[in-house]
């Protein structure tokens, strides 16, 4: 179980991190659908740590890893009007862009922790926690994916030709 416990306490920080960065850059960036994006990120992450600590402490003391009580990885954060923005200029969306590019790196990174972790642990309950972390993280890398490209797309670049 030690080697459980040290991949719950790594993730914890993971995660972290992640709030960290989303939390601080949702108040640099300036296209509102991208920073309606990183505070909604700030706050899945938040959710993970505070899950992976209850399940820490679970393990810890001999407990049950537990379900989490809600689907941490997709509530709706997308501001549905995000669509009718107008066309932003290259000048003003540079660091909106290269911010999700770097969000975007960092959800991959996070995704492929998870699915390697689940891979190299013993206890079934810590390899399905730590696959359903890996779902939601790839969750999150798609939908920065696709307010990345449309950030291309509206200066009028066709993202086809790009690749991650």
Do not use: C
């Amino acid at each position: 179980m030690e080697k459980e416990l040290k991949v719950l306490k790594f993730a914890m920080s993971m995660e972290l991190d992640g709030h960290s960065f989303y939390d601080n850059y949702a108040k640099n960036v300036q296209n509102p659908a991208t920073k309606q994006l990183f505070e909604g990120l700030s706050k899945m992450e938040t959710a993970h740590y505070e899950y992976l600590k209850s399940q820490y402490d679970n393990l810890s003391n001999g407990k049950p890893i537990e379900k989490p009580d809600r689907n941490l990885g997709n509530p709706e954060i997308f501001n549905k009007n995000a669509a009718k923005e107008g066309n932003p200029s290259f000048e003003t969306k540079a660091s909106d862009i290269t911010l999700l590019r770097m969000a975007y790196l960092i959800e991959e990174d996070f995704m492929k922790f998870y699915k390697k972790a689940a891979d190299n642990v013993d206890d079934e309950a810590v390899k399905n926690l730590l696959t359903n972390l890996s779902e939601w993280e790839k969750g999150h890398r798609e939908m920065l994916g696709k307010q990345f490209e449309s950030s291309w797309e509206k200066m009028g670049f066709n993202f086809s030709t790009w690749t991650f």
